[in-house]
């Protein structure tokens, strides 16, 4: 498979949801973080131990914030450099995402990263970008409410007033077809 492929090349390759993984999966891959560098192909006898070609590595990317997220000792201590991705609203702007969602989710970012946050979810990029494409497919009326659609339940009675004020002269519901 693939991890295989990227062992033997020396091809960098990423584990998405890394933080997810069941721990069988986790177990197969910390000989190559650990400094051995190794890969123990046990379903296949004829392949066995396969050694990591200079330029291989491992990237592993998820969100802390998820149900079931482990972010054990033993996992951490295999990653060498571990980084925090945020949204970066400039770029929002510079890629055509309306002013009022970038600020209101600017905003919402700072609720739920606060010392003492009000809401556990705000919008990143990704659904900074589809709002943006949905109102340039169909209309801000329709993005807009299909953007209340991913607000958390949790968090929906304290973001729906703040997209009311963001944009008042919409009227707000649920996206519904």
Not at 35 to 44: D, F, P, Q
Not at 55 to 68: H, R
Not at 112 to 128: D, F
């Amino acid at each position: 498979g693939p991890l295989l492929v990227a062992v033997k090349e020396g091809r960098p390759i990423l584990f998405d949801e890394i933080l997810l993984a069941d721990p069988k999966v986790l177990s197969v891959i910390y000989p190559l973080m650990d400094g051995r560098k190794t890969l123990i192909v046990s379903e296949n006898p004829s392949i066995g131990v396969v050694h990591a070609k200079e330029g291989f590595y491992l990237v592993g990317a998820g969100n802390p914030n998820v149900p079931g997220a482990r972010m054990s000792a033993a996992l951490t201590s295999r990653f060498p450099v571990e980084v925090e991705v945020t949204t970066d609203y400039d770029l929002a702007r510079q890629l055509g995402v309306d002013d009022s969602m970038v600020t209101l989710a600017s905003a919402l970012n700072s609720r739920a990263s606060g010392v003492s946050p009000t809401i556990s979810w705000s919008p990143q990029m990704r659904e900074l970008l589809a709002f943006q494409e949905l109102v340039n497919v169909w209309d801000k009326q329709f993005a807009l409410n299909n953007f209340l659609r991913k607000v958390p339940r949790a968090d929906y009675d304290v973001v729906r007033p703040l997209v009311s004020q963001a944009f008042p002269y919409l009227q707000l519901s649920p996206a519904k077809i």
